[in-house]
């Protein structure tokens, strides 16, 4: 997955519940992305940061925040979790000159 | 009318055959273009990108481009059943905080058959 990791793989957390979402990279790459996928709708842009200290709202950001505190690290956090918020979210970096997107393995969330 | 469309498929092809795989995207102005391939349960993985009119090749892999007819395809030769995935084309437009962005289709589930 590029060097790309997500923790934890899987939650299940219920209706108000707050968890983040850990993404890290070890490629020293400045973007990073967070996607959201669901049956029917395919990949949806949550957050994105161009680099270090940036973060930008993408597509879905309702519901969600994100931290760039360093390089390596992009979180995603979820304050009061929603049923509507199940899904299988993906954390991006992009590389090389045109900048191509990988994924990393995945979180699947299951809110009750 | 989305901005990337796909047929959902799925598409069974026999073992040996072409698989075609099609997307169309609205923007006009978009320059880049990739497929990826997703098995159940796995996060998307790049199989090829083209930024120019015509055809590229990557072993059993040929990706199309027409921005004319804003028609994108894939052309896998000599299917396998290990091709059997989820496929989905992405077109790239830029982000007003810098970086770039991936616009997904739905997908189109390819299933090589014995």
């Known amino acids: 997955n590029a060097g790309v990791t997500q923790n934890p793989k899987f939650q299940v957390l219920k209706t108000g519940q707050s968890m983040t979402l850990q993404c890290a990279q070890d490629m020293n790459h400045n973007s990073m992305y967070w996607y959201r996928q669901d049956p029917g709708m395919g990949l949806r842009l949550i957050y994105y940061?161009?680099?270090?200290?940036?973060?930008d709202k993408g597509e879905v950001p309702n519901g969600y925040n994100v931290s760039r505190l360093n390089k390596r690290e992009f979180s995603l956090r979820l304050e009061s979790a929603a049923p509507s918020q199940t899904s299988v979210y993906f954390c991006?970096?992009?590389?090389?000159?045109?900048?191509?997107?990988?994924f990393g393995p995945g979180t699947r969330l299951l809110v009750l | 009318q989305k901005e990337v469309e796909q047929n959902s498929g799925p598409l069974s092809v026999p073992e040996g055959a072409i698989a075609s795989l099609n997307c169309t995207y609205s923007?006009?102005?978009?320059?880049?273009f990739f497929w990826y391939r997703q098995y159940s349960g796995k996060s998307p993985e790049l199989i090829m990108f083209?930024?120019?009119?015509g055809d590229k090749e990557d072993g059993r892999f040929t990706a199309q481009l027409n921005k004319a007819s804003q028609y994108v395809s894939l052309l896998i030769r000599d299917s396998q059943p290990s091709d059997s995935a989820t496929y989905l084309c992405a077109v790239r437009g830029i982000l007003t905080g810098g970086g770039n962005k991936l616009t997904f289709g739905t997908g189109t589930q390819l299933k090589v058959e014995l």
């Open positions: 923007d006009r102005g978009s320059q880049s």
């Open positions: 991006a970096i992009s590389l090389g000159a045109r900048e191509t997107q990988y």
């Open positions: 940061s161009a680099s270090e200290g940036t973060t």
């Open positions: 083209i930024y120019s009119n």
